[in-house]
């Protein structure tokens, strides 16, 4: 289950810079809990072949965050088209969240709720 407000949308990954989400989450307060969320996941899908895909969330007081939370996700070596994988959320987060990258392809993101699959 997903809900659009949770919705990062496509992200087409840098080589060198970061790609971001053409979406960004508003919590709308400055520190964001997201402990809140704790059955919640980061949900990456491949969108076509996707190789060396460095991920992370960013986050700041702007809309369009560059603040990287944490070291980021291991790198990814490669995702088939259609390929899904779940990481978790760091526990807070400023006012605006959003997922890029770097490596080669396009991938989409979203928060689930409920938790990892089996």
């Known amino acids: 289950m997903t809900d659009a407000t949770l919705d990062f949308g496509l992200i087409s990954l840098g080589s060198s810079a970061a790609g971001y989400s053409a979406n960004c989450i508003d ?10 969320l704790s059955n919640a996941v980061l949900v990456i899908v491949a969108n076509g072949a996707v190789s060396n895909a460095a991920l992370a969330l960013y986050s700041g007081a702007a809309d369009n965050p560059t603040t990287k939370l944490g070291g980021g ?18 526990l807070t ?20 709720m409920g938790g ?3």
Do not use: Q, W
């Not at 996700?73 to 760091?90: C, F, H, K, V």
């Open 27 to 36: 919590f709308e307060v400055e520190k964001e809990d997201l402990s809140n």
């Open 73 to 90: 996700y291991p790198t990814i070596t490669a995702m088939a088209d259609g390929e899904r994988i779940e990481l978790e959320l760091p």
């Open 93 to 112: 987060c400023s006012r605006y969240l959003r997922v890029g990258g770097t490596g080669t392809g396009k991938v989409t993101a979203h928060i689930e």
């Open 116 to 118: 990892k699959s089996a």
